[in-house]
T-cell receptor, first 113, second 109 residues
Framework: KAGVTQTPRYLIKTRGQQVTLSCSPISGHRSVSWYQQTPGQGLQFLFEYFSETQRNKGNFPGRFSGRQFSNSRSEMNVSTLELGDSALYLC????????????FGEGSWLTVV | DAKTTQPNSMESNEEEPVHLPCNHSTISGTDYIHWYRQLPSQGPEYVIHGLTSNVNNRMASLAIAEDRKSSTLILHRATLRDAAVYYCILSPSGTALIFGKGTTLSVSS
């Protein structure tokens, strides 16, 4: 079956702009979570959506937001981009239960210049 | 969130078994133990997870101590493709994973 799909894979934005990243989860999965990976901070949890509701949230500023649609697809948005937002953004999906397996996508590489 | 402690790096030879340790002395009763690995420029790949009992799958085995304060990921026969950063993660929710720095595994031929 198809894995977690993220688009776009690579993008370059200018400081101050905003960006929207998209994630299509594995069919049947209702939980979608987002992570940021940078060389300095490693992999950090951003937030998780389950059935269109944000269920968990990491420690990121309000410039980072997300949403989930009725078909479980999810988007995350970063407004007023800063140079430090340059990172690999990873999406993961699962059925949503505590013992379920979580599958990651290949990520979206964002460069802010 | 409960923390895990892993060695920064480990080395292995091809075809040999690899035992990757993880300490989690503050684990709670509802924490699942997850293992993921990540190759450069790729998303993390699920390896295995468990709660109390030892677990086996086609990739690896997970041995969980009786008091659950430590666990060991076992790769039965290391290959060059197993060279990666291995993360041991505790999660009660199963959906908000808190990653540490992991163990960088090097495999030599």
């Amino acid at each position: 079956k198809a894995g977690v799909t993220q688009t776009p894979r690579y993008l370059i934005k200018t400081r101050g702009q905003q960006v929207t990243l998209s994630c299509s989860p594995i069919s049947g999965h209702r939980s979608v979570s987002w992570y940021q990976q940078t060389p300095g901070q490693g992999l950090q949890f951003l937030f998780e959506y389950f059935s269109e509701t944000q269920r968990n949230k990491g420690n990121f500023p309000g410039r980072f937001s997300g949403r989930q649609f009725s078909n479980s697809r999810s988007e995350m948005n970063v407004s007023t981009l800063e140079l430090g937002d340059s990172a690999l953004y990873l999406c993961a999906s699962s059925f949503g239960g505590s013992g379920n397996t979580i599958y990651f996508g290949e990520g979206s590489w964002l460069t802010v210049v | 969130d409960a923390k895990t402690t892993q060695p920064n790096s480990m080395e292995s030879n091809e075809e040999e078994p690899v035992h990757l340790p993880c300490n989690h002395s503050t684990i709670s009763g509802t924490d699942y133990i997850h293992w993921y690995r990540q190759l450069p420029s790729q998303g993390p790949e699920y390896v295995i997870h468990g709660l109390t009992s030892n677990v086996n799958n086609r990739m690896a085995s997970l041995a969980i101590a009786e008091d659950r304060k430590s666990s060991t990921l076992i790769l039965h026969r290391a290959t060059l493709r197993d060279a990666a950063v291995y993360y041991c993660i505790l999660s009660p929710s199963g959906t908000a994973l808190i990653f540490g720095k992991g163990t960088t595994l090097s495999v030599s031929s």
